[in-house]
């Protein structure tokens, strides 16, 4: 592993055991055995360190989903709901940093191909929304604020993962 593979691992290391509000340079160089400076020969500033960490959770949550082309736009929504609704159980810190961090959401605007997980929710909405009067926008955030908001409900223990209550959901948003 090269010294920025490894500034990534720490980085997010840090942020599921601490937080991203709570990640220092300081702290980072140090529990690398790093200098600042060889820090700064990596990335320009600790936003772009935010960043490629951001790709880089991004691109694993895709890869632990382990999405089929074969399957229909329902059944990858299906299965990014409930991998997220377990991701932000275990890793409530990580997909704090992933999805609500400022510097993570502003990059996605800026650099949204970037982001595997970003990616295929653009692919699956548009896949599902070729007949509609809705735009494909208005349409994922819908279905994102469902995902995101029963989450919550899941990680703050107000209910429990139901998956026919989903199904039930995204078919309301899809008939």
Request: proline fraction near 1%; hydrophobic fraction near 40%; glycine fraction near 2%.
């Amino acid at each position: 592993m090269n010294t920025q593979e490894r500034i990534i691992k720490t980085t997010i290391d840090i942020i599921d055991k601490s937080g991203y509000e709570n990640l220092s340079l300081r702290t980072l160089t140090k529990d690398l055995g790093l200098t600042t400076g060889a820090f700064y020969k990596h990335f320009e500033s600790k936003e772009k360190l935010f960043e490629e960490v951001a790709i880089k959770l991004s691109k694993d949550f895709v890869n632990n989903i382990s999405l089929n082309l074969k399957d229909s736009p329902k059944i990858c929504l299906l299965k990014i709901t409930k991998y997220f609704c377990l991701y932000v159980t275990e890793h409530s810190n990580l997909a704090d940093f992933l999805f609500f961090n400022s510097t993570v959401v502003n990059s996605y605007l800026v650099n949204s191909g970037q982001y595997k997980l970003l990616t295929e929710m653009k692919k699956i909405i548009s896949q599902i929304n070729k007949e509609k009067n809705i735009s494909d926008q208005d349409l994922f955030i819908q279905i994102w604020s469902f995902i995101q908001g029963y989450a919550v409900l899941i990680k703050n223990k107000t209910v429990n993962y139901n998956e026919e209550l989903v199904e039930q959901t995204l078919n309301e948003f899809l008939s």
